[in-house]
């Protein structure tokens, strides 16, 4: 279409295109001075992107800011930071907000929730390009009451941010707490069943009695060895003595004082009575005399033959008795050793067992102890950088500017809607037009004649 034929299209239309834009204008304008004052409060959250430890206060790493602040303004917009305001302005208690809500007869929801949406509505959540800013903006009818909203946020915000910060902390220390009490319990049995055990068996400790029982067994094999040692000598002197011959007294390796001064004076005897045989007859009183001393001093060394035997037959009877003696001593106490050492062996599973958990409470406690300053901090990684305050003027636009927008925004509506109309309903309003569609030459043109 050619400009000229657009402008005459538009001049044709002309009075649709004045009364449309004075109409939308007109409205606009009448809605513009009726419309109640709209007030908005801005209250400025600054974060720390570099987040530490609450406990050691250690740096942890950097996080994505761009991210990090979407979250975050998402947090802002969330139910749960609206039914904080609710609670802390006690929105709840509002009886004009109460009849509202029972009009509305939204049985679906809670009043508390409902009211958390609505103040949704009018926040506006903004986060700084250029910084760790975040703009929390509200807009009420009321100055007043649009920075009471905006601070609400701000500070419902900063609350939530805690405890989204330490609930996990809350809830770990719970179960530790849960755990702490189960390990007491399982403590508390093991060092009961341990005292039951050292009042049975009498032992106090894993190595109490180990020494003395060593040293006893030690001992008692000392003694059977020299009650060994002594039974063989016994042994040998009595087979010396059972192989002892009275006519050949010399021969004999029996080493005795007694006996050897017999000996001596049996063989002496034995000398003087071969002289004496062979000077004098057997009826002599001196060969008569010489035999019978001969034979007394035998019959004497017999006599203390037999009776170093039997008292020798006496010690070894003696001496085997003590041996069998310390052989059962020593096994009974090996038997005690053993029964004791596997006494010991149980108590020391028991004492280890009461270590065990006394390590494992510990280690726990500490844990517990951890997470519950960490569950009670109140460091947080956002402040209350500037807090809202009553705005001076209404935020909304002017009157003259309305109208101005409107008056644009409509006329570029209408004419839209003329070229429409006029595409549908497609009239010859210039010979250019003839020319273009059909492509042939106007020759003449009839002017239209004004009637008078």
Request: proline share 3%; glycine share 2%.
């Amino acid at each position: 279409m050619a400009f000229s034929t657009f402008l005459k299209v538009i001049w044709a239309r002309k009075w649709f295109i004045t009364s449309f834009v004075f109409v939308i204008c007109l409205l606009i304008g009448v809605k513009s001075i009726f419309a109640a004052k709209q007030y908005e409060a801005t209250a400025s959250i600054i974060i720390n992107v570099n987040g530490k430890d609450p406990i050691t206060g250690a740096m942890v790493p950097t996080l994505m800011q761009p991210a990090f602040l979407a979250t975050q303004v998402e947090i802002v917009k969330s139910i749960n930071v609206a039914l904080k305001v609710v609670n802390n302005l006690g929105l709840s208690k509002n009886p004009e907000l109460q009849t509202r809500f029972a009009e509305i007869g939204a049985n679906n929801t809670s009043f508390d929730v409902w009211l958390g949406y609505g103040l949704l509505q009018n926040l506006q959540v903004t986060p700084s390009r250029q910084s760790s800013i975040i703009y929390i903006t509200y807009r009420s009818n009321s100055s007043v009451q649009s920075a009471q909203l905006a601070n609400a946020f701000a500070e419902a915000y900063v609350q939530t941010n805690l405890d989204l910060k330490i609930d996990p902390s809350r809830r770990t220390a719970a179960w530790y707490t849960t755990q702490v009490e189960n390990i007491k319990n399982e403590l508390a049995l093991a060092r009961e069943e341990l005292t039951s055990y050292q009042q049975e068996t009498g032992l106090l400790t894993i190595n109490e009695g180990y020494t003395v029982e060593s040293q006893r067994i030690g001992q008692l094999n000392s003694q059977l060895l020299s009650l060994n040692t002594t039974l063989s000598t016994l042994e040998t002197k009595q087979i010396t003595f059972n192989n002892f011959d009275p006519e050949f007294p010399n021969e004999s390796s029996i080493s005795d004082p007694m006996i050897d001064r017999l000996k001596v004076a049996y063989v002496n005897s034995q000398l003087e009575f071969s002289e004496v045989s062979n000077k004098f007859s057997e009826n002599h009183p001196n060969y008569v005399s010489a035999y019978n001393n001969m034979v007394a001093k035998r019959d004497s060394l017999i006599n203390e033959i037999q009776s170093a035997k039997a008292k020798l037959s006496s010690e070894i009877k003696e001496t085997k008795l003590l041996i069998a003696n310390v052989e059962r001593a020593i096994d009974e106490q090996t038997q005690l050793m053993l029964s004791n050492n596997k006494n010991r062996d149980k108590l020391k599973v028991l004492v280890n067992k009461v270590q065990n958990t006394e390590s494992l409470l510990n280690a726990t406690t500490q844990k517990l102890n951890l997470f519950r300053l960490e569950g009670n901090s109140v460091d947080t990684d956002v402040s209350i950088l500037n807090r809202a305050s009553p705005p001076f003027s209404a935020s909304n636009a002017s009157l003259i500017f309305t109208l101005i927008a409107t008056f644009i925004f409509s006329g570029i509506i209408a004419l839209f809607s003329v070229l429409v109309f006029e595409q549908l309903n497609k009239k010859i309003r210039d010979k250019t037009l003839i020319e273009d569609s059909f492509d042939i030459p106007v020759l003449a043109e009839i002017p239209k004649i004004k009637q008078a």
